[in-house]
């Protein structure tokens, strides 16, 4: 079974940057996608990015694009995501993903969760 191990998450003013690791491990094939949703307090999950393991492609929300780099690290099983100029708006709990088919921004789609690590962002 897929496991996951997020790090990297910290406090930081506006205009900061961050980069956020997801270890994974225990599994015999790589999932097909890996991805980071994020969850603000009262908000529900959103995807933020997503990264197809296989051919690298890569993809992102609207508010990331520009601002956000998600990269992977086959030989470490490791999934990152470089956030430069971080904004208060992207305060929230941030939790890596693994998904062996299906669309790459549906949080449904994702099998495997890591326990989060969470981003605060001050003004």
């Known amino acids: 079974e897929v496991q996951l191990g997020e790090s990297g998450g910290g406090s930081v003013q506006a205009g900061g940057s961050l980069r956020l690791s997801c270890a994974a491990s225990?599994?015999?094939?790589?999932?097909?996608?890996m991805g980071w949703f994020r969850q603000a307090p009262g908000k529900e999950r959103e995807w933020v990015a997503s990264?197809?393991?296989?051919?690298?492609?890569?993809y992102y929300t609207d508010s990331a694009k520009g601002r956000f780099t998600i990269s992977q690290d086959k030989a470490k099983n490791t999934v990152y995501l470089a956030m430069n100029s971080l904004k208060p708006e992207d305060t929230a709990m941030y939790y890596c993903?693994?998904?062996?088919?299906?669309?790459?921004?549906?949080?449904?789609?994702?099998?495997?969760w890591g326990q989060g690590t969470q981003v605060t962002v001050s003004s």
């Open positions: 993903a693994a998904a062996y088919s299906g669309s790459i921004s549906r949080a449904s789609a994702y099998g495997y």
């Open positions: 990264i197809n393991t296989s051919v690298n492609n890569t």
């Open positions: 225990g599994y015999t094939y790589r999932p097909k996608n």
